[in-house]
């Protein structure tokens, strides 16, 4: 079981600085940092692994029954240039694993990601290892020996941070740069033995539970504590944001942050990309119940009226101004309710589609007739 877990929404700058790490982008560019009166250097929180890994050590969950599964959702935040689907505040729903390094957590937790996107449309899954750090980091300095005999082809903002972290040429949209890129050497091609047996046995999970997926060996996730599994979801339909969430193996972060070695995965997925990625919304007819006063002597019992269709489970509205009984029509009219509750000489009922009115028995058989 998944327990549900909530950290602050701020935390210590040093937090993130360390456990995504100074090469990324979040880091560099994309954090909302202040000091607070204390003099701290505080973040408001990019994204939960770290958070989470931090309480992990903090709240000694590492002598709880191993693994700890937990999930989580909130409001994150990166300072980025607002488009569709790509917000400065968004909101993410997480979940992780921490305490195995058993392929069947990575496979768990893609195939969980994968029926909490189903509603979605033309989705598609892309995985892939970025094996160990010591495999990570010799590959890195093949990849950058490579791409520096090739630098005059890359883009401006690939080569200044080619010393700091070429893997990021991978994630270009330059037209240039994706050609270069096309033709270098993969990570996934220098796994060690272990590595590529925990790849090997992820996969096959996947295969059993028919979750089909592309190996995709130019993916990298944004943030420097991957390692083994990574993999992203993507939608069709969201264009240039194209990804619906993601996640991977992170077996040093915990240590990182002042843990005992600890491995760990999970995810993240925006809430924003996944609602943009649900099938077009079909309208339903009018609802609800909007009660007029034609009457002045009657605005106390439109009130009771109100609230016995609410309790009934019907949506009323009430008129709260001194429009006349026509304003007080083109306002349920703009409301969109099917019915209007007519409080004048009579009790009648008013069918907003049809227009036909007539006299009724009270607010019971406004139920029976709004049913």
């Known amino acids: 079981m998944y327990e549900y877990v909530e950290t602050p929404v701020f935390e210590e700058t040093e937090l993130f600085a360390r456990g995504i790490g100074q ?17 701290r250097s ?13 309480a992990y050590v903090e709240h000694g969950m590492h002598k709880r029954a ?7 959702w909130g409001p994150f935040f990166r300072h980025e240039a607002p488009q569709a689907g790509r917000f400065r505040q968004f909101s993410q729903v997480g979940a992780e694993v921490l305490g195995t390094d058993e392929p069947s957590a990575d496979a768990e937790l893609i195939v969980l990601l994968s029926q909490l996107l189903e509603g979605c449309r033309e989705v598609s899954v ?6 160990n750090p010591r495999t990570r980091s010799a590959y890195r300095d093949e990849l950058r020996d490579w791409l520096g005999a ?17 893997l990021r040429a991978f994630d270009s949209d330059d037209a240039g740069t994706q050609a270069v890129m096309a033709e270098a050497p993969k990570l996934i091609d220098r796994l060690d033995d272990e590595d590529a047996e925990h790849f090997a046995a992820v996969r096959s999970l996947l295969d059993d539970a028919g979750l089909a997926y592309e190996v995709d060996p130019g993916l990298v996730r944004g943030l420097d504590y991957y390692t083994r599994t990574v993999f992203e979801f993507e939608s069709g ?3 240039a944001q194209a990804a619906l969430g993601g996640g991977g193996r992170y077996d040093g972060l915990v240590e990182l942050l ?35 006063v034609a009457k002045p002597e009657r605005r106390e019992e439109a009130f009771g009226v109100a609230n016995d269709l609410r309790a009934a489970g019907v949506a009323a509205e009430l008129e709260h101004t001194t429009r006349s009984l026509k304003g007080q029509l083109k306002q349920a009219d703009r409301l969109g309710v099917r019915h209007t509750v007519i409080l004048g000489d009579a009790f009648e009922l008013k069918d907003m589609e049809t227009g036909e009115q007539r006299e009724v028995d009270g607010v019971q058989e406004v139920l029976r007739e709004v049913a």
Do not use: H
């Open 126 to 131: 892309r995985i892939s290892s970025l094996g």
């Open 42 to 54: 505080l973040t408001l929180r990019p994204e939960g692994t770290a958070p989470i890994c931090r």
């Open 150 to 166: 090739r630098e005059g082809e890359l883009s401006e903002p690939v080569r200044a941070r080619l010393d700091l972290n070429p």
């Open 237 to 239: 339909v969201l264009g």
């Open 23 to 39: 090469s990324t982008d979040v880091v560099q560019k994309e954090m909302f940092t202040f000091e607070d009166k204390a003099g």
């Open 66 to 72: 191993q693994p700890v599964k937990l999930w989580y």
């Open 258 to 292: 002042g843990g005992s070695p600890t491995p760990g995965v999970g995810w993240a997925a925006g809430i924003e990309r996944i609602l943009l990625a649900q099938p077009e919304p079909v309208e339903g007819p009018p609802r609800g119940v909007f009660v007029a």
